[in-house]
């Protein structure tokens, strides 16, 4: 993570619980730490371009803008599809950061040993990057974006692409 991002979360963090922040080795106390003005807050919510970022114009109908959230809006078969094209330690990756309402879509069509298994092997990930695990989820989105432009998904109305329209 970059400098500012790193500040950004220390900062957040230290709001909450300045002890921890000084557990991780950062002196600095809470009140010190740069606070993330509303235009900053707004940009990462939104995840809106920088000024001045120059905007690509696709030259044919753009494809779906697919993030990994929005597999929730895929019906069970879409779902299985994705899974199934994706590499399974990328996608147990992928799932040990997933929403809660997505790993329950999922336990449900598990049968129950399954889903126990795959419980207990999201719960106790060991040791992992936080970063590794958000590369995941994109990967998984990649392959779910590919799936909907060979027409073998389909992504019903992304909220990204909504609000672009």
């Known amino acids: 993570m970059d400098a500012d991002a790193r500040s950004r979360v220390l900062a957040g963090l230290g709001r909450r ?11 600095q106390a809470p009140e010190q730490m740069p606070v993330q ?3 900053e807050d707004c940009r990462a919510r939104f995840r809106m371009e920088t000024p001045g970022a ?11 803008l697919v993030e990994f959230e929005d597999l929730l809006m895929l019906g069970d078969e879409a779902l299985r599809r994705v899974f199934a094209a994706a590499d399974p ?3 147990m990756l992928a799932l040990t950061g997933a929403p ?5 879509r ?5 049968p129950a040993a399954d889903a126990a298994t795959l419980c207990r092997r999201l719960n106790h990930p060991g040791p992992i990057r936080l ?17 909907a432009e060979q027409g073998t998904i389909v992504v019903p109305g992304s909220r990204h692409f909504a609000a672009a329209a």
């Open 100 to 104: 809660e309402p997505l790993l329950a």
């Open 54 to 64: 120059s905007a690509r114009v696709p030259s044919r109908s753009p494809a779906p």
């Open 89 to 91: 330690a990328v996608l």
């Open 131 to 147: 970063s590794d695990i958000e590369t995941a989820q994109e990967q998984i989105a990649a392959v779910a974006r590919r799936l």
């Open 37 to 39: 003005t509303p235009a």
């Open 17 to 27: 619980n300045g002890r921890l922040v000084r557990q991780l080795g950062y002196e």
């Open 106 to 110: 999922i336990l449900q069509q598990l």
